[in-house]
């Protein structure tokens, strides 16, 4: 008989990545800032959480160390979440914040955050939300994204909750870990943020604009350090034929 190709029922999936998010691990220790990326203040009001590259275990990595402070480390970009759903990085923490419960307004801070922006029509939102943005923007002096996905270190809440922003509902927290077992070590996080967003936000997500790290202690006022590792968007490919002869 002649051969057949048969395509597998199972196709693998391949993540493949996108070499646009500027790579920690390509940077050298003592460098101000790693390439693409650039500080973040929450509010001129606020002290900023010091952001420096060290090296751990022989790879260069962002260390975050926050002493009643909120700052953080954005890099623009322009991705198709379509094409690039998936977002993987590395962090660790040294020690959780005893006092921190990001479900309270007053105790909303994390030893890490891994931020993720989304373009979209800001007009088209509620009034209460356009007033919010304006705010912001009085505030800051920067204009708030359209949505943002924010994946949190908790110390309570369950890993994948969500978790609403208490002074808008364009923020959306998702607890990638949770609690003190894998304190100390660093963790390796994927993340479909297309499913994420679509979870958090009951839309579909627009372009990703930003990439940001962001450790806070502002709201307790307690003291942490905490490491980043590489950042990367990755793409699912399409499933590969398998062919049999007969």
């Known amino acids: 008989m002649p051969a057949c190709a048969i395509i597998s029922p199972e196709p693998k999936l391949e993540a493949v990545m996108l070499p646009r998010v500027g790579s920690f691990s390509d940077s050298h220790p003592g460098e101000t800032l790693p390439r693409g990326w650039k500080k973040w203040k929450l509010s001129r009001f606020k002290k900023a959480t010091e952001y ?4 751990d275990g022989g790879k260069t990595v962002v260390k975050a160390s ?12 322009q991705i198709d979440s379509k094409i690039y759903p998936l977002l993987s990085w590395r962090w660790k923490v040294t020690q959780l914040i005893a006092a921190a419960d990001n479900t309270t307004k007053h105790a909303e801070d994390s030893p890490v955050r ?17 007033v919010f943005f304006d705010n912001f923007r009085l505030l800051t002096g920067q204009q708030m994204p359209y949505a943002t996905l924010v994946y949190i270190w908790e110390n309570r809440a369950p890993r994948g909750a969500v978790i609403p922003n208490l002074h808008t509902s364009r923020v959306k927290m998702i607890v990638a870990e949770s609690g003190h077992k894998e304190v100390g070590a660093w963790q390796e996080v994927t993340r479909n943020v297309r499913e994420d967003y679509r979870r958090a936000f009951g839309e579909e997500p627009g372009t990703i604009i930003a ?25 699912i490919a399409p499933p590969r034929a398998t062919s049999t002869s007969k």
């Open 52 to 55: 420096k590259l060290v090296n």
């Open 211 to 235: 990439i940001g790290i962001m450790t806070d202690t502002d709201n307790t006022g307690d003291q942490v350090q905490a490491y980043y590792g590489d950042i990367a968007f990755h793409r």
């Open 114 to 130: 891994v931020l993720v922006s989304f373009d979209g029509d800001v007009d088209g939102l509620p009034l209460a939300e356009r």
């Open 66 to 77: 926050a002493d009643a402070s909120a700052s953080g480390l954005v890099h623009p970009l």
